[in-house]
C-alpha cells in the first residue's frame, strides 16, 4: 500500500526535499547536513500524514 503511494508521489516528494536543500546556504549543508536530512524526512512525514518512512540517507553531499 505504502509503495504505491509513495510511486504516485515521486514528484512531489522531489519538489520537497529540493525546496529544503534550496533553502540551506553551501555554508550550512556542509555544516549541518543532519539538520537537512530531518528537515526532508518532516515534510515527507507531514505530507503523508505517517511516520512509516523513518530515514533520510544521502549517498553523497556535492556542493556547487
Not at 37 to 52: C, G, H, P, T, V
Request: glycine letters at 4%; a negative charge; one cysteine or more.
Amino acid at each position: 500500500e505504502y509503495g504505491e503511494s509513495v510511486s504516485a508521489k515521486e514528484d512531489l516528494i522531489k519538489g520537497e526535499i529540493v525546496s529544503v536543500i534550496s533553502s540551506y546556504t553551501i555554508e550550512e549543508a556542509k555544516a549541518d547536513t543532519d539538520a537537512m536530512r530531518n528537515a526532508i524526512l518532516e515534510r515527507i512525514q507531514k505530507m503523508y500524514d505517517s511516520e512509516f518512512i523513518f530515514n533520510v540517507v544521502f549517498r553523497e553531499v556535492y556542493c556547487q
